[in-house]
């Protein structure tokens, strides 16, 4: 009895004024949100790093501020009470207003109807936290939310083969959300967001990136067998009939041998019983150390870099999908060149205007308009073009319009000035770092060059076989060999 008279008498002090009447508000508010969040935490299988960083790092501040509020309204209203010529106390004033009016039965109903609704409301809020929190765990999210900042990795995204893939089924794996440090580095990006302190672009590689097993490994067995794989890489000349030239090649991917029990081939290095750990020369993973060959925690085989090579150690790391499979889902076309031959392979450039590969390559290369006006800009890049060059055999205005069309959807797929990112900023690691491979030291080259030797002075095998044969190179698709002709797709 004493405790509900002390809570009758105190409840009113809560709204007899509004700093403390807004500390209450905000309390009630974070509660409410905190406790969906928590419920949800603990029922699925966590929240991501983001809305985690929010729901129980920054949400419990607020709550913290409004709890700090209402003392601070009380105090002030005492003050203002206390000072000379200030009148009664406001609380002293509602509490009896209050205890006068709850003598009567119509405000007794009145007052049990505003909790009846209060209560409701509470209902309605927290089904529109549920849906805000569990929002939070979406590409849309992830992807739309810092619109301008993660816009390049969402349109690449979601043309990806990962488009209903759930960015945190990558990016933050399941049980991340316990640990606290997770929360924390999610509340400082959330805040260099919102202060627009970040890199432009966002930095690659990415390094609190989960281990590959706890993400790609839920949907792709590490030790699946790929076998031999047929590739075409097509290109295309600069002539009148944009002719293409087509390599075909078969990729060794290999795997675990059910048989043997071996692993063999590219996908080596993704075996579960060896493993490959390299040193770091620099952030980007560009220059590699020693490289050794670990079997259960110990070193089998070890490679060392060309004597010439310096640098300091900056980390060591253990090879996984993403060393070779970084552009698994945000992937860029490299250079102008692969990406107007990519529009010619699928078609969305016409191969039979004639010299429009050329003429596209070279208003690719050179123009840097705003997004917005690309396709405007590239139409009469397109025409002065052909004005200049051919133009006794300009195409019609509607085929330079869908030209135009195509480009700037390939200029806008990869050139984002307002986050300075251009070409070839995001480098894939598979190939051999352009067409020569024997002045390459880039992507599976780092390694792979043949200059890590070990002690003895056996190579790092940098022999074309290792990783594919060429069956055909630069043909004309119609002398690629009978069996495979009908492979190609162009
Ligand atoms: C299939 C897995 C996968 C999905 C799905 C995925 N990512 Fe990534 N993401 C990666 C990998 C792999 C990297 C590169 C890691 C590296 O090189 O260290 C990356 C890198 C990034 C980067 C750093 C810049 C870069 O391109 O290297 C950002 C930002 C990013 N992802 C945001 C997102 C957003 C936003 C979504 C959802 C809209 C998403 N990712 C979905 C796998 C994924
Ligand atoms: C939630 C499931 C899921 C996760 C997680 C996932 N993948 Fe995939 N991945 C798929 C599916 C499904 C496909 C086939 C898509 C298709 O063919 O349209 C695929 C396709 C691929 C391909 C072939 C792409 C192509 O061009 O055909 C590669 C390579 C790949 N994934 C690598 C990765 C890597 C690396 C990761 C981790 C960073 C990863 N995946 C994470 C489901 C997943
Ligand atoms: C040493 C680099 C390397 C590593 C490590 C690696 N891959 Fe690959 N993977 C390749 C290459 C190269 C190809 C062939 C790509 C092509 O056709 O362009 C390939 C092809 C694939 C394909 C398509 C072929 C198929 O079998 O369907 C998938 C899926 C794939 N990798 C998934 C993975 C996953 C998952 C992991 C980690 C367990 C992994 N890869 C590790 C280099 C690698
Ligand atoms: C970090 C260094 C590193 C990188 C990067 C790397 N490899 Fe390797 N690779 C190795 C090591 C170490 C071996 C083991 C050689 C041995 O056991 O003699 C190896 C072996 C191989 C093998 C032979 C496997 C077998 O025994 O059948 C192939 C094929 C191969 N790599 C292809 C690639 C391809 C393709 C890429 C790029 C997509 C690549 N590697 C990138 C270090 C690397
Ligand atoms: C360590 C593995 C590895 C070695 C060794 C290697 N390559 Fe490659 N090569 C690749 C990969 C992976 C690709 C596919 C790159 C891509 O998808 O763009 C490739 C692509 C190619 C292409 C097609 C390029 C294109 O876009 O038209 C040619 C041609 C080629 N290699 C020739 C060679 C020759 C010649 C050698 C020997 C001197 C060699 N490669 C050694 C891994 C290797």
Redesign the pocket.
């Given at each position: 009895m004493k405790l509900y008279r002390i809570l009758i008498a105190f409840l009113p002090r809560l709204w007899s004024n509004w700093i403390t009447l807004l500390g209450t508000v905000i309390v009630s508010l974070a509660a409410v949100t905190i406790l969906v969040a928590l419920a949800i935490d603990l029922t699925s299988a966590g929240l991501n790093t983001y809305a985690a960083a929010i729901l129980f790092l920054a949400v419990p501040g607020l709550l913290a501020f409004g709890l700090l509020l209402i003392p601070l309204g009380l105090l002030l209203a005492r003050r203002r009470a206390r000072a000379p010529g200030g009148g009664p106390l406001e609380t002293d004033s509602v509490l009896a207003a209050f205890t006068r009016a709850m003598e009567s039965e119509t405000v007794r109903r009145r007052v049990a109807f505003v909790l009846l609704m209060t209560a409701l409301n509470v209902l309605i809020f927290a089904a529109v936290s549920y849906r805000a929190v569990t929002f939070m765990e979406t590409p849309k999210f992830c992807g739309a939310t810092c619109h301008e900042v993660m816009q390049p990795e969402y349109d690449a995204y979601q043309q990806s083969p990962h488009s209903r893939v759930a960015c945190v089924e990558c990016h933050i794996g399941s049980g991340a959300s316990s640990a606290f440090e997770a929360k924390l580095s999610g509340l400082r990006r959330v805040w260099g967001v919102a202060t627009g302190r970040f890199h432009r672009p966002i930095g690659t590689p990415v390094h609190d990136l989960r281990p590959?097993?706890e993400t790609?490994?839920n949907c792709?067995q590490?030790n699946?067998q790929?076998g031999t794989?047929l590739?075409f890489r097509v290109h295309f000349k600069e002539d009148e009939a944009n002719t293409p030239q087509v390599t075909a090649m078969t990729?060794n991917?290999g795997g675990l041998d059910p048989r043997s029990g071996s692993w063999s081939g590219?996908?080596f290095?993704?075996s579960t019983r060896t493993q490959i750990r390299y040193e770091l020369l620099d952030d980007k993973r560009q220059t590699i150390g020693k490289i050794q060959k670990l079997e259960g925690g110990k070193v089998i085989k070890e490679w060392l870099p060309p004597k010439d090579q310096v640098g300091t150690v900056v980390g060591t790391r253990i090879?996984?999908?993403t060393?070779?499979?970084n552009r698994a889902t945000h992937i860029y076309d490299g250079t102008p060149d692969a990406a107007v031959t990519r529009a010619f392979t699928d078609g969305r450039l016409d191969r039979n205007v004639p010299w429009l590969y050329q003429a596209s390559l070279g208003v690719l290369k050179t123009a840097t308009p705003a997004r917005e006006d690309a396709e405007a800009q590239f139409r009469l890049a397109l025409d002065q073009s052909y004005g200049r060059d051919h133009a006794g055999q300009k195409p019609a205005g509607e085929k330079l319009d869908r030209a135009a069309h195509a480009l700037a959807e390939l200029y806008r797929r990869n050139v984002y000035p307002k986050m300075n990112l251009s070409w070839n900023n995001y480098p894939s690691q598979?190939g051999h770092g352009g067409p020569d491979p024997g002045t390459s030291k880039a992507q599976?080259f780092r390694c792979h060059a043949g200059d890590h030797q070990t002690a003895d002075g056996q190579e790092l095998s940098s022999k074309c076989e290792l990783c594919h044969e060429v069956v055909a190179k630069d043909e004309l698709p119609a002398d690629l060999p009978d069996e495979i002709r009908p492979l190609l797709r162009l």
């Open positions: 590959a097993n790609c490994g792709h590490a699946r790929s794989r590739g990729f991917i590219i996908h290095h993704a090879m996984d999908c060393d070779c499979h598979i599976c």
